[in-house]
């Protein structure tokens, strides 16, 4: 399992709207409301080998009100 984060800018006034659409995808876990350059964080798992470009431009950068993204890729969770 390849874990992502992404950074998303929405539309003014589209933040909720966005993160109410992503929990709705499968691989999205987890979506945060953030304040500074973003305005929504995404934990996202993808199967081993997926195409994680594919996801972010046919999935994220799809939903309505999504402006920009910025993703990050995990290497190893610390507990």
Known sequence: MQTIFIMVKCDLGQSYDVAARAVE????SEVHSTSGQY????KCFLA????????????????????????????????
């Open 39 to 42: 305005d929504l964080m995404m």
């Open 25 to 28: 995808t499968e691989q999205v």
């Open 48 to 79: 081993d080998g997926a195409d994680i470009g594919h996801f972010v431009t046919e999935t994220v950068q799809r939903l309505p009100g999504v402006r920009e993204t910025f993703t990050i890729i995990a290497f190893k969770a610390f507990s």
